[in-house]
């Protein structure tokens, strides 16, 4: 069983749709949640990160944290055709008070139709 | 553009060979990260250099290896190339600390053993 675990997709929305990615986990010592974005023939690009539990929002994207879940989610509201990527989730344990190395999920692409 | 710049975009050889991929970080950048990204695995996290050592190792097999020198650039190197090791490899960089969730992702090198 993977640590990370995430739907590889396609997810096909329409613009203006709202759109729900989602990653479960299954390491109880991961503290640090990502968010990457990746465009074909691109590299990852960070998207937004949240520590331990809870919510963070930024523009059109809000990124949820449940911890007795182990369970985390991004929204994107307003979708838009330049939303179309693949979404990668990240985390990683907080191991004596630092960070440690990424465990990455495999990424669900999303594609946005006008 | 992340500032991270990686060379070659594309490389094609055969089983047996070797092979060095090169990485330039963002300026003042003292960490560089190297990922393998394969269909089936996603993103994988190799090895860590910061400020000219090695930091952290993760999934990198015997017959790859990797230095940072003294003007932060950074080499993998990958010998004894099998076919499963047809991937993307990504360098990634970051401005704070030894590990650091914020990372900037090059563009890749698109490796095919054949």
């Known amino acids: 069983q993977k640590e990370v675990e995430q739907d590889p997709g396609p997810l096909s929305v329409p613009e203006g749709a709202i759109v729900s990615l989602n990653c479960t986990y299954s390491?109880?010592?991961?503290?640090?949640f990502m968010w990457y974005r990746q465009y074909s023939r691109k590299g990852p690009e960070l998207l937004m990160y949240?520590?331990?539990?809870g919510n963070k929002e930024d523009g059109r994207f809000t990124a949820q944290v449940d911890k007795s879940s182990k369970y985390i989610s991004l929204f994107i509201r307003d979708s838009q055709p330049s939303d179309s990527a693949t979404y990668l989730c990240?985390?990683?344990?907080?191991?004596?008070?630092?960070?440690?190395?990424?465990?990455f999920g495999t990424g669900t692409r999303l594609l946005v139709s006008p | 553009d992340s500032g991270v710049t990686q060379t070659p975009k594309h490389l094609i050889t055969a089983t047996g060979q070797r092979v060095t991929l090169r990485c330039s970080p963002r300026s003042g950048d003292l960490s560089v990260y190297w990922y393998q990204q394969s269909l089936d695995q996603g993103l994988q996290f190799l090895i860590q250099?910061?400020?000219?050592?090695?930091?952290a190792k993760g999934n990198i097999l015997e017959r790859f290896s990797a230095q940072q020198f003294p003007d932060l650039h950074s080499e993998l190197n990958l010998s004894s190339l099998e076919l499963g090791d047809s991937a993307l490899y990504f360098c990634?960089?970051?401005?704070?600390?030894?590990?650091?969730?914020?990372?900037?992702f090059g563009p890749g090198t698109r490796l095919t053993v054949t």
């Open positions: 949240t520590y331990s539990s």
């Open positions: 250099y910061y400020n000219g050592e090695e930091r």
């Open positions: 990240a985390m990683s344990p907080d191991l004596y008070g630092g960070f440690q190395k990424l465990v």
């Open positions: 990634a960089s970051s401005p704070k600390g030894v590990m650091s969730y914020e990372q900037y």
């Open positions: 390491n109880s010592a991961f503290q640090y």
